[in-house]
């Protein structure tokens, strides 16, 4: 079946994303060269590969995130932001809902989609091994952090 192409502009104008040498091209953000200075939630290791800090996207930020092993970050959410994530390595959770009672736990392999204003806490199910998820939000990564819950509070994270 061929898509549907009418609802998209196949022409337009991305002149506004001239590199310095004025021409139009893909940014290619070398291993080694992402942008570590990003916004946290308490210890999540945030590091952008697209982002406005360091190349011409304006309505993206892409990245990845570590956990390190028995991890949860503090209570937050991103605000306007849509957040898309994929586990590329290890065991996650997310707590969200009224006194963050409900959860999902996602593993290697895992895409999950966070709403915007959706508080929520991540966590790293492992007590022995780190967590790597990739992870992207539109149109920036803004975090707002919020009043933190004890982890006594979590239904079955003391005992996981």
């Known amino acids: 079946m061929e898509p549907d192409l009418s609802k998209y502009r196949l022409e337009g104008d991305n002149s506004m994303y001239r590199l310095p040498s004025g021409l139009v091209a893909p940014v290619v953000t070398r291993g080694g060269g992402e942008d570590a200075n990003t916004a946290d939630s308490g210890g999540a290791i945030r590091i952008s590969g697209v982002s406005i800090q360091h190349t011409p996207a304006t309505r993206l930020w892409f990245g990845k995130v570590s956990n390190e092993p028995g991890y949860r970050s503090v209570t937050h959410h991103h605000g306007e932001a849509e957040t898309g994530g994929y586990v ?34 991540e966590c790293n199910l492992s007590r022995v091994k780190p ?5 992207t939000r539109t149109p920036e990564n803004i975090v707002v952090n919020l009043p933190d819950v004890a982890d006594a509070d979590l239904r079955d994270w003391l005992d996981r």
């Open 88 to 121: 590329l390595s290890g065991r996650a959770r997310i707590y969200f809902g009224e006194k963050f009672e409900d959860y999902v736990d996602m593993e290697e392999g895992d895409w999950v989609f966070v709403p915007p204003f959706m508080p929520h806490i």
């Open 131 to 135: 967590l790597t998820w990739m992870t």
